[in-house]
């Protein structure tokens, strides 16, 4: 087998490049169709799966589209799957601990110490890939980023809710809260983990490792800043900047990735290994 013949065919790469617009369509036509069950039949066995539905399709296509965007596979869909189920239930349980600890000790808690909190405990789950496996490099960081953020804002999404279910026990608060928070869900955990996780994941790939180092520390900064800004205040102009300023700073960041060499992940290295060396024995 020569190198050109195991390069993926066009069609079939460019299909799989625009895979998360399947993601989307599918996930917002099976949402409305169980939004659309739970109203006509007023059966509350539809809550939950109108609360995952609702809280994962966008995420989900987010890293859909960080995963799958580029020519190659950074990261498997395995481990995407496991870092977005832990990176949620352990980034929401030790933000919240941390959160409950803090409000007892000062009585109240400043937009600062949210942001640092919350965008520490999602970057646990990244670190423990970083410290345990070979995947490297700003590619491989900004999609298991995208993949905690995701599983993060997921659950957080839910709570959020199940809370407005709880206080005004309609369905139709229920949709607007869902609604409102998976359109801002890209601009929000999702971007602020997945840049501060590749500038992370960069460090290990970097010949400079002390620039890099203090580029993942002036990244974290920003996110922390970005979070607070947009917690602490309720002026739309201030959202919006903070929005757009997240949303373009992902993609900016997956669009160097995608182009930078040196950033496959361990299989696919060991596969380009196998396919030269088969080619130098023919």
């Known amino acids: 087998m020569t190198a050109a013949s195991a390069a993926p065919e066009p069609g079939r ?4 490049r625009l895979s998360w617009i399947a993601v989307l369509v599918l996930g917002v036509a099976a949402y409305l169709v169980v939004l659309r069950t739970a109203v006509a039949t007023q059966n509350v066995n539809f809550i939950p799966s109108l609360l995952l539905l609702g809280s994962a399709v966008v995420p989900g296509t987010v890293l859909t589209f960080a995963a799958t965007g580029g020519r190659r ?10 870092v977005a189920v832990l990176g949620g239930i352990i980034g ?3 933000a919240g601990t941390l959160e409950y600890d803090t409000l007892r000790a000062l009585r109240t808690i400043p ?12 970057l646990i789950v990244p670190l423990l890939v970083l410290l345990i496996s070979r995947y490297r490099g700003a590619a491989a960081g ?3 980023g995208v993949a905690s953020g995701m599983g993060f804002a997921t659950l957080e999404t839910m709570g959020y809710g199940f809370t407005a279910l709880l206080k005004s026990g309609s369905i139709a608060a229920l949709d607007s809260t869902l609604l409102l928070r998976a359109l801002l869900s890209p601009a929000g955990h999702v971007a602020w983990t997945g ?6 994941f960069a460090i290990g790939t970097s010949t400079v490792k ?3 180092f203090f580029r993942f520390v002036a990244t974290f900064i920003g996110a922390v800043l970005l979070h607070a800004a947009w917690d602490g205040s309720n002026i739309l102009v201030v959202h919006v900047l903070v929005a757009v300023v997240s949303v373009v700073g992902l993609l900016v960041v997956i669009h160097r990735t995608r182009r930078s060499p040196g950033t496959q992940a361990p299989y696919q290295v060991h ?8 080619g130098q024995g023919r």
Not at 13 to 16: I, N
């Open 73 to 82: 596979i950074v990261v498997s869909s395995g481990l995407l799957a496991l």
């Open 92 to 94: 929401t349980v030790a």
């Open 210 to 212: 002390g620039r890099a």
């Open 142 to 144: 900004v999609v298991i």
């Open 271 to 278: 596969e380009h290994a196998s396919v030269a060396s088969s």
């Open 111 to 122: 937009m600062l110490f949210v942001g640092l909190i919350e965008e520490s405990a999602k």
């Open 13 to 16: 790469s460019r299909l799989h």
């Open 195 to 200: 840049m501060t996780a590749a500038a992370l």
